[in-house]
């Protein structure tokens, strides 16, 4: 079942002599339950496709379909509501709130929409990160390590369509990163859940089941590894 699908997508930044074009004609499909790195190097394109995948920005051109909703179409409320209720998004900083426990923080999304918690689902969330004796911890009383887990388990709490990390690791160190993945790999497996993983390591990008290579914003490689 295809999850996600690009069309001739096309992004361009100023106009005249400082024209930009971030992204050309990029044709991508996805279906539900892979797990996908796009790779590239800095200023390859990538974090700006992201970005649009994330409904965070919209293309100049083309169209981009996530779970069946043309993100072309979406006002700007309507595409904040759908990045919350159909889009994980996991960053290299983690975007915690502060003031609020772990716990709150993981939930936020569901508050947002004034929605109860599956009890049992959440658990199948944060058993396997590691973080279930941190709920009623501030942020601050945790590692880089740990907040990106909460992070994670907030993108996923919504059972979103699609997870997209955006350089998940760039910020913990190889331990803590060698986790981060493992926790990753774990919700596609276990979870089925979706995930697009951007990164410039190529490392990390071994993880995944598919690589996608983004360059002067073209794809110029889609490869499948197993």
Same mark, same amino acid.
């Given at each position: 079942?295809? *999850?996600?699908?690009? =069309?001739?997508?096309?992004?361009?930044?100023?106009?005249g002599?400082?024209?930009?074009?971030?992204?050309s004609?990029?044709?991508?499909?996805?279906?539900k339950? =892979?797990?996908?790195?796009?790779?590239?190097?800095?200023?390859s394109?990538?974090s700006?496709?992201l $970005? *649009?995948?994330?409904?965070?920005?919209?293309? !100049? +051109?083309g169209?981009v @379909? @996530?779970?069946?909703?043309?993100? +072309?179409?979406?006002?700007?409320?309507?595409?904040?509501?759908?990045?919350?209720?159909?889009?994980? #998004?996991?960053?290299?900083?983690?975007?915690?709130?502060?003031?609020? !426990?772990v716990?709150?923080? *993981?939930?936020? %999304?569901?508050?947002?929409?004034?929605?109860? %918690?599956?009890? =049992?689902?959440?658990e /199948?969330?944060?058993?396997?990160?590691? *973080?279930a004796?941190?709920?009623?911890?501030?942020?601050?009383? #945790?590692?880089?390590?740990?907040?990106?887990?909460?992070?994670?388990? /907030?993108?996923?709490?919504? /059972?979103?369509? #699609?997870?997209?990390?955006?350089?998940p690791?760039?910020? #913990?160190?190889?331990?803590?990163?060698?986790e981060?993945?493992?926790?990753?790999?774990?919700?596609? $497996?276990?979870?089925?859940?979706?995930?697009?993983?951007?990164? $410039?390591?190529?490392?990390?990008?071994?993880e995944? =089941?598919?690589i996608i290579?983004?360059?002067?914003?073209?794809?110029?490689?889609?490869?499948?590894?197993?």
């Amino acid at each position: 079942m295809e *999850i996600l699908k690009c =069309e001739g997508v096309n992004k361009v930044y100023g106009s005249g002599s400082n024209q930009v074009t971030a992204l050309s004609g990029i044709d991508l499909s996805v279906s539900k339950g =892979e797990f996908v790195a796009i790779t590239g190097a800095s200023g390859s394109g990538k974090s700006t496709l992201l $970005h *649009i995948l994330g409904s965070v920005d919209k293309p !100049t +051109s083309g169209k981009v @379909i @996530i779970d069946g909703t043309d993100l +072309s179409k979406l006002n700007q409320t309507q595409a904040a509501i759908f990045r919350r209720r159909k889009v994980g #998004l996991v960053y290299q900083f983690y975007n915690l709130i502060p003031t609020l !426990t772990v716990r709150k923080n *993981i939930l936020m %999304p569901l508050a947002l929409d004034k929605k109860k %918690p599956d009890q =049992e689902y959440f658990e /199948r969330v944060i058993s396997p990160l590691g *973080i279930a004796d941190k709920l009623e911890a501030m942020p601050c009383q #945790l590692s880089g390590g740990q907040q990106q887990r909460v992070a994670i388990a /907030r993108s996923l709490i919504y /059972r979103p369509a #699609l997870l997209l990390a955006d350089e998940p690791t760039g910020n #913990l160190d190889q331990k803590n990163s060698r986790e981060i993945i493992d926790m990753l790999k774990l919700s596609n $497996h276990n979870l089925e859940q979706t995930v697009l993983l951007i990164t $410039h390591d190529e490392k990390v990008a071994l993880e995944a =089941e598919r690589i996608i290579t983004v360059e002067d914003g073209c794809i110029i490689s889609d490869k499948q590894r197993r």
